[in-house]
């Protein structure tokens, strides 16, 4: 959508383009030529390097290589040639429809093309996006038996992959009809090889985003996926994270918060651009916001980027340019090398000192920042790719990967007048000439927990062509195998680390083995499912749903936190863990804790009610447990901890001592707060955080071992007021 900008004639007293930004002049400068124009395509439906949250380059065995449209033909993987500044076709194709748009994704062992055919207003049927796999040898890429696969039999403006640590493939795109736009999400088996029905991301279903936001997914942490996604309507960007060991289809092992809220703080076409995630486990993104939109200030943030830091769950901001630099649609790629983010977007031609318009084509410029400390220049940044004889460069594309002097950076963009592509080489340092790279260690574990004596399956994954591997289990016992069998005779919590080694270097990995005692006829307590939900405005019951699959026997722990002081009726059937934890509630002010435990019935009902001495919001939830004991559930005594301050950024409660071998750890935390982001303690599992009304999570962790368990502490996204109990189930038997 074009979008007129009012502050044209401030523009035209104000600049012209130069290598640092905007300066004063009397007049505009004629534009030189910057970059390498490259082969020139037709009969695509779209620009060839669009669409923005994509990437359609890659590097691997020492050359940079792109999905570039050929005329005639159709999708074809193209390898530049340094030496003489060109692209050459391999000969290899994919999708030959002109209606489709590609990402890929090179994970050091097979090349991953998903291919999406483009509409930009309502979705249609009977238009599959498509999944391409090819594996590579001396220079070949060959397509992979079975494939292409499925993603989704929906056409949509965008998609984006992204690969987890157990192999699987994930997708996620935005599907329009009847005038809103649903996020959905599908993941493959491992390799990508079958993909199941798509589904719609939890915590994207109300508010439904407009029908021109969009989404875009990552991997990151190792260990986890990640989906951003706006709705305009609302100003927000969500962010929505998956831990790869949970079941992707359960509602609760998705936690979903707010990574930018306010007033036209996200824009009403598209939003998320590109995601990247570095080695630290940080995730940057760029988001165009809509603060142009009536509005004569050029001093407006119009482009931002978002850095998401796991270790924390927090989120920061800062501006990658302004509305008076009239830029639009950005992509970053992060370079290793100098620590910095590397941000490239479309703004006019250097010759033009105007600006008709947020996202006119004409040039693509690249500004940069310190990755710890992002702060960015002034003005439109450097001109890395302008064509002097026609100011229509646009739609800017990169890599996934991260570059570093071996690579250097290249991105590419296209003229869509002249029908032509453009492409910017350049260096990024004096380190040693392309060539190999020490390997990226990473591993699938099957399975990752069980009763002992426990036999697991390791597989190595890892990429970068190691050539030797060192498996240290966690229990004294190694391995120097690829890929090793290792059975654990005793209960505990394991780490299992694999180093993978070649002759440029190694890198490390672990994950974590649970083992359940084999004493007794229990087979170990575990989660079963979770539930939640809550009331945005007040209301005087709290009524939750019963977790699916729960039967009898299953013990189900309950807990909520409600807005200001209500006392709470028990119902029959139910034990109160806490009943009211305090947290500065008065009439007028502060919020309660409530936890419980029943255990399931025969003929439970499909909801379970509280019953409020007053009408408040609340949030809450439900996690159904097997393998508990019915006559004792609870196998410690109860601890808890309050923090009234409004200022805290944590809180640590007290240690619980179990009784019996196999006991699971259980607590939560409530905040005074509707807004999200508690971090469960280190080795727990969250198992559901309730969003809106008022904050409620649940967490576990097994104890193998019966004995003191020592203090946990949940970390909070935010500074905020909080309370927080623990306690521990019993097993069975």
């Known amino acids: 959508m074009k979008k007129p900008l009012r502050w044209l004639s401030h523009l035209l007293a104000l600049s012209i383009v130069a290598a640092g930004g905007l300066v004063g002049a009397a007049g505009p400068a004629q534009a030189a030529t910057v970059g390498t124009p490259s082969i020139a395509y037709s009969g695509v439906s779209n620009p060839p390097t669009a669409d923005k949250p994509q990437s359609k380059l890659w590097w ?11 005329t005639g033909s159709g999708w074809s993987i193209y390898r530049l040639d340094r030496g003489t500044d060109t692209w050459v076709d391999t000969g290899v194709r994919s999708d030959s429809r002109a209606s489709t748009s590609s990402d890929t994704l090179w994970d050091g062992t097979h090349l991953y093309i998903a291919s999406n055919v483009v509409t930009s207003g309502a979705s249609a049927a009977g238009q599959p996006a498509r999944l391409y796999r090819y594996s590579y040898s001396n220079g070949t890429y060959t397509r992979s038996s079975g494939f292409p696969t499925t993603i989704s039999n929906n056409s949509s403006e965008s998609l984006t992959i992204a690969k987890d640590s157990t192999g699987a493939v994930w997708a996620s795109w935005t599907q329009v ?105 940080r995730v940057f993104a760029a988001v165009k916001t809509s603060l142009n939109d009536g509005s004569s200030d050029p001093n407006l943030a119009q482009l931002v980027l978002v850095v998401f830091k796991p270790a924390t769950g927090s989120f920061s901001q800062t501006t990658i340019a302004r509305t008076g630099d009239c830029v639009s649609r950005p992509q970053i790629v992060l370079d290793t090398e100098n620590n910095r983010v590397r941000a490239f977007h479309t703004a006019p031609s250097t010759s033009v000192s ?132 290792h059975t654990y005779s005793a209960a505990g919590t394991y780490s299992a680390r694999l180093t993978a080694t070649n002759a440029e270097g190694s890198s490390s990995t672990t994950r974590t083995i649970t083992v359940n005692p084999s004493g007794g006829t229990s087979p170990g307590i575990s989660a079963r499912s979770s539930s939640t939900a809550n009331a945005a405005t007040a209301t005087s019951t709290v009524s939750l749903p019963a977790p699916t699959g729960r039967t009898a026997g299953d013990v189900l722990v309950a807990s909520f936190t409600t807005d200001l002081n209500p006392t709470v009726a028990v119902p029959t059937g139910w034990t109160a863990i806490v009943n009211g934890l305090s947290i500065n509630s008065t009439t007028t002010t502060g919020a309660r804790v409530f936890a419980y435990y029943r ?82 303690p280190t080795g727990w599992t969250e198992r559901w955080e309730a969003a809106n009304g008022q904050i409620a999570q649940q967490a576990d962790q097994p104890q193998a071992t019966a004995g003191a368990a020592g203090t946990a502490t949940w970390t909070f996204s935010a500074a905020k007021a909080a309370a927080a109990w623990r306690t521990a189930l019993r097993p069975a038997g």
């Open 177 to 281: 009809s009847g005038g809103t736009s649903t996020v959905f999400v599908n993941n493959s088996a491992p390799g990508g090889t079958s993909w199941g029905a798509p589904f719609v991301v939890p915590g994207a279903e109300d508010p439904h985003p407009t029908p021109d936001d969009l989404s875009a997914i990552v991997a990151f942490e190792g260990d986890e996926i990640g989906i951003m996604w706006t709705d305009q309507a609302t100003g927000t960007a969500w962010w929505a994270t998956h831990d790869d060991d949970e079941s992707a289809r359960t509602a609760s092992s998705w936690k979903v918060r707010e990574a930018i809220k306010g007033n036209k703080q996200v824009d009403d076409h598209l939003n998320i651009k590109t995601l990247q995630a570095d080695p630290s486990g």
């Open 60 to 70: 691997n065995d020492g050359s940079w290589w792109a999905n570039m449209w050929k």
């Open 599 to 680: 255990v399931v019935g025969s003929g439970d009902p499909a909801s379970y009610t509280w019953t409020l001495s007053k009408a408040v919001k609340w949030g809450g939830g439900i996690t159904a447990y097997d393998g508990v004991s019915n006559t004792t559930p609870l196998d410690s005594a109860v601890t808890t901890a309050v923090n009234a301050t409004y200022t805290a950024t944590s809180i640590t409660v007290p240690s619980v001592t179990t009784t019996r071998n196999g006991a699971r750890l259980i607590g939560g935390v409530g905040f005074d707060t509707a807004i999200p982001g508690a971090t469960a």
């Open 354 to 485: 105007g600006c008709p318009f947020s996202g006119v084509a004409g040039s693509i410029y690249e500004k940069t920042a310190s990755m710890d400390n992002p702060i960015f220049g002034s003005g439109r940044g450097t001109p890395v790719i302008q064509d002097a004889n026609s100011a229509n460069m646009n739609d800017v594309t990169s890599t996934k990967q991260s570059v570093n002097a071996a690579t250097g950076i290249v991105v590419m963009a296209s003229n869509n007048v002249t029908k032509r592509y453009w492409f910017s080489d350049r260096s990024l340092g004096s380190g040693n000439p392309p060539g190999p790279t020490a390997p990226t260690a990473s591993f699938i574990a099957t399975p990752t927990s069980g009763t002992a004596p426990l036999t697991v399956d390791f597989t190595d994954t890892s990429t970068g062509s190691p050539t030797s591997w060192d498996w240290n289990f966690g229990d004294g016992s190694t391995s120097t195998s690829r890929n090793p069998s």
